[in-house]
């Protein structure tokens, strides 16, 4: 079974930056893509990113290109999300969560089987 552990998450003041890991462990394939998603106080889960394993092609959510980018290493089988420029309305605990195949939308949170326990951003001054 694939554990997933996310890591990197902090206070920062607005307009800073700050880059978070997933990292992927435990026997199993690691799957077709990883997604970020967030969820703030209150509000629905949202996704914010994604990336295929094989050949690195990523997808965004809306609002959330440029100021994030999503990256893997293969090797280490851990996804990272750097997230620049940031503003308050991105506090959220920052989730990782694995889609093992084609089935289902790539940005629909239903189709990501394993997730991790999250990391918490909080973005003030």
């Known amino acids: 079974q694939v554990q997933l552990v996310e890591s990197g998450g902090g206070l920062v003041q607005p307009g800073g930056s700050l880059r978070l890991f997933c990292a992927a462990s435990?026997?199993?394939?690691?799957?077709?893509?990883m997604g970020w998603f967030r969820q703030a106080p209150s509000k629905e889960r949202e996704f914010v990113a994604g990336i295929r394993w094989r050949d690195g092609t990523t997808w965004y959510g809306d609002s959330m290109k440029p100021r994030f980018t999503v990256t893997r290493d293969i090797a280490a089988r851990t996804t990272y999300l750097q997230m620049n420029d940031l503003k308050p309305e991105d506090s959220a605990v920052y989730y990782c969560?694995?889609?093992?195949?084609?089935?289902?939308?790539?940005?629909?949170?239903?189709?990501?089987?394993?997730w991790g326990q999250g990391t918490q951003v909080t973005v003030s001054s």
């Open positions: 969560a694995q889609k093992r195949g084609f089935d289902g939308s790539d940005y629909d949170q239903k189709a990501y089987t394993i």
């Open positions: 435990g026997s199993g394939s690691s799957g077709y893509a």
